[in-house]
């Protein structure tokens, strides 16, 4: 029964153009049975250690979640779509246990030639990391950049309030002010929105200039 | 309607973790490090599943990817070719609100809520909104398979040029009369065709502070039986010059880009180009990291 409902959502995927709306819905509502169908396999079990396995596989169809859209239209309706979607989970899961050994699953940009086994961490874990105490050192330093501006870029101001600087308001959030409390400084008070807008847009255009103070 | 029974799972692994862990890193205040580590998978939850549907993303955009904007602001976007910037909030397990920060606010086409499990070994689309507000209870969310269809509605042309020869003209245009002064109506003439429609449109790039508002102005003329020649401009309303560094570029689906950027004291940008009665274009109006895009079918 849900081999058929499958096998009709993967033929309803084909009958659609590309990049139609239909076509999404279709294919987002297979890849989403496919997920959490009961007959999505577990091949390999004893490839690695039991403590890895489950990230491993979660890799493997992560994935394949990204070849059906360009693999869907050689789909052939005389095989159901788990048996095609489980060929492929255990191709998947080899290539992904490979890269984990040779530690080449990388996304984010390698440090140096280090080569550390990536850490699937957990709520609780990252919360531990929380608990601990920032270093004073660095907030020092932030402050002290932004108060001394060595290459001027901080005075731009929001229009008719010439105290309203960017020096001005990036301290005043290391002080950890909220944007409410910000905008209530000025007389007559900004709309927090534009204190907020202001400093965003303002922001990503220099982060090249915190980048080369405070990176070094 | 409960968005929560159609939600659509992702699953989190090495990938996604080691994105997450290398922006922690950046981050020197332990609160901040957190917060980029569950930005990051909410924003990579998010790619994934809009990739798999066939949506051109570019996540490397992402204010995730600046450390120092990170250390400040509190965002997840990501940003949906021709469609524009997309907020994901993560959702912490148990909780019953999606908390939008102030900072997303601005220049956003709409909050997806994605719920994390306790092992963040899974992240769940569950809905999203096109308003913003601080606190939105999640049974408010409208569902992942509405934003489906309101994504796959915003790449659909909103303007059909070749209808405007004989008059059937999309709401939200205005004759140029009704948008520009009479100097400025002189400088729309600059086309040197037999102008049969000309039709303008005010936009507003979110610009908070100078709120200037400017106009795109689009003038069409029959080329062959099959073409048509388009000029398109941009002139400032209220004011006498563009702000600096306002862009326009026209793109087509083969990759073709027309672009131009106003420079100091420009009274107007300007392109022109021909193109075949069926084919499809979009207009993006940029300035910084603000922009608008419109489709069109000529």
New interface residues.
């Given amino acids: 029964m849900e081999d058929e409902t499958l096998r009709q959502k993967a033929l309803e995927v084909q009958r659609h153009p590309?990049?139609?709306?239909e076509?999404?819905?279709a294919?987002?509502q297979l890849?989403?049975l496919i997920?959490?169908s009961p007959d999505l396999g577990h091949p390999y079990r004893n490839v690695c250690p039991i403590s890895l396995y489950?990230?491993?596989r979660?890799?493997a169809?992560?994935r394949i979640?990204?070849e059906?859209?360009n693999r869907i239209d050689q789909y052939q309706p005389q095989y159901s779509v788990m048996q095609w979607v489980n060929g492929l989970l255990r191709y998947r899961l080899l290539d992904?246990w490979q890269e984990?050994k040779n530690a080449g699953?990388?996304?984010?940009?390698r440090r140096g030639s280090q080569r550390e086994p990536?850490?699937?961490?957990?709520?609780?874990q990252?919360?531990l990391?929380?608990?601990?105490?920032?270093?004073l050192s660095?907030?020092d330093e932030?402050r002290q950049f932004i108060a001394e501006d060595p290459e001027h870029r901080l005075n731009k101001h929001?229009?008719k309030y010439p105290t309203a600087t960017l020096k001005f308001l990036?301290l005043a959030?290391l002080d950890g002010l909220t944007?409410d409390e910000i905008a209530k400084m000025f007389d007559p008070p900004i709309?927090?929105?534009?204190v907020?807008?202001?400093?965003?847009?303002n922001?990503?255009?220099?982060?090249p200039y915190?980048?080369k103070h405070?990176c070094e | 309607m409960n968005a929560i029974s159609q939600s659509f799972p992702i699953p989190l692994s090495f990938t996604a973790h080691q994105l997450a862990e290398h922006h922690r890193q950046q981050q020197k205040h332990p609160q901040k490090a957190k917060q980029a580590y569950l930005n990051t998978l909410a924003v990579f939850a998010v790619n994934q599943w809009l990739q798999c549907l066939g949506f051109e993303t570019e996540m490397e955009k992402s204010d995730i990817y600046q450390p120092f904007v990170a250390q400040f602001m509190n965002t997840a976007d990501l940003i949906v070719k021709r469609i524009g910037r997309l907020e994901c909030r993560a959702i912490l397990p148990d909780s019953e609100v999606c908390h939008i920060p102030l900072e997303a606010w601005d220049d956003r086409v709409g909050y997806i809520a994605i719920q994390l499990d306790p092992s963040l070994k899974c992240a769940e689309i569950i809905g999203f909104v096109t308003t913003p507000a601080e606190v939105i209870p999640l049974k408010q969310l409208q569902s992942p398979e509405e934003l489906i269809e309101f994504l796959s509605h915003k790449l659909e042309p909103e303007v059909t040029l070749h209808q405007w020869l004989v008059g059937k003209i999309e709401p939200g245009w205005k004759t140029l009369e009704q948008l520009l002064n009479p100097e400025q109506l002189e400088l729309t003439l600059s086309f040197r065709r037999q102008i049969e429609v000309r039709q303008g449109q005010q936009i507003d790039l979110g610009m908070h502070i100078d709120s200037r508002a400017i106009a795109l102005v689009l003038s069409i003329s029959t080329e062959t039986e099959t073409e048509m020649a388009i000029s398109v401009q941009v002139h400032p309303i209220n004011q006498s010059y563009l702000s600096p560094g306002i862009n326009l570029m026209i793109s087509d689906d083969s990759g073709t880009q027309l672009s131009v950027t106003a420079r100091e004291a420009d009274n107007f940008i300007q392109k022109e180009f021909v193109a075949a009665i069926g084919d499809c274009f979009n207009i993006t109006i940029s300035i910084d990291e603000t922009s608008v895009t419109k489709n069109f079918i000529v």
């Fill in positions: 590309p990049n139609s709306a076509r999404r819905h294919l987002s890849v989403r997920w959490i489950e990230d491993i979660n890799e169809i992560l979640m990204s059906i859209p992904v984990y699953i990388t996304h984010a940009p990536v850490i699937v961490r957990s709520l609780d990252l919360q990391d929380w608990a601990a105490e920032p270093s660095d907030s932030m929001i229009g990036f959030m944007w709309p927090k929105t534009t907020c807008s202001f400093v965003h847009r922001l990503r255009k220099l982060e915190f980048q405070l």
